[in-house]
């Protein structure tokens, strides 16, 4: 699984023009856009889903099928993996709003 992180650079939301960093020429510009950034919620309201639908409108993570298997006069079920014609779930609303990864502040410290 990769990580949900934001992949854009060059923005940090604090004092100084980047991290360790020291501040350069339109760094109260930059301190402006980040406070207009601030603004925004931390929550996460919803995902994209882990699931897909099959042509019979069932939604699962996996689906199979299953076949027989005739080997040596002997019939045997196996279960094939079904990996075409699967619709992706798509957004899925959270129940519970999550905060986002990429918020920098520190929630709990022990």
Wanted: charged residues 25%; proline residues 6%.
């Amino acid at each position: 699984m990769g990580a949900s992180g934001s992949k854009s650079r060059g923005l940090w939301p604090f004092g100084s023009s980047g991290p360790g960093g020291s501040e350069g020429p339109g760094g109260d510009q930059a301190l402006a856009r980040a406070r207009g950034l601030c603004s925004a919620t931390p929550f996460v309201f919803t995902r994209r889903g882990s699931m897909y639908y099959d042509e019979d409108g069932d939604l699962a993570h996996e689906f199979y099928e299953e076949t027989i298997v005739t080997k040596n006069g002997r019939k045997r079920a196996k279960l094939k993996r079904i990996h075409k014609n699967l619709i992706p779930q798509g957004i899925v609303k959270l129940e519970h709003p999550r905060i986002h990864v990429d918020f920098p502040v520190i929630i709990c410290e022990v």
